[in-house]
């Protein structure tokens, strides 16, 4: 595999746009050449007798998924900071 230089690592960056200083640019060439060298490392593994699985937590299933009952709406609104009109105020966040 090829080595992560600093040139590769400030080409990336700058596709980023990230800013690093030249600490910055050594610290994380080193530890994205350790990244892809255990990439690597695990291409080789031989995975053959390993069956493909959807979901890693399949065992730990601990209930039916029913729908059960809800909040009641003036249950909720009144631990609102502010309601009106039967709906929840909150602050503008988008145009003046």
């Known amino acids: 595999m090829p080595k992560v230089t600093i040139e590769t690592l400030t ?3 700058r596709l980023a746009q990230l800013s690093l200083t030249t600490e910055e640019r050594e ?4 530890q ?3 990244v892809l060298a255990y990439a ?3 291409q080789g593994v031989d995975t053959e007798a390993v069956l493909p ?5 399949v065992s730990e299933i601990l209930r039916e998924d029913e729908p059960t009952g809800g909040l009641a709406s003036e ?3 009144a631990q609102a900071p ?3 009109n039967g709906l929840f105020r909150v602050p503008r966040v988008i145009g003046g």
């Open 27 to 30: 610290l994380f060439s080193r």
């Open 53 to 57: 699985m959807s979901h890693a937590r």
């Open 11 to 13: 080409h990336v960056a």
């Open 82 to 84: 502010d309601a009106a």
């Open 40 to 42: 690597e490392r695990l």
């Open 32 to 34: 994205l050449q350790d």
């Open 75 to 77: 249950v909720a609104l």
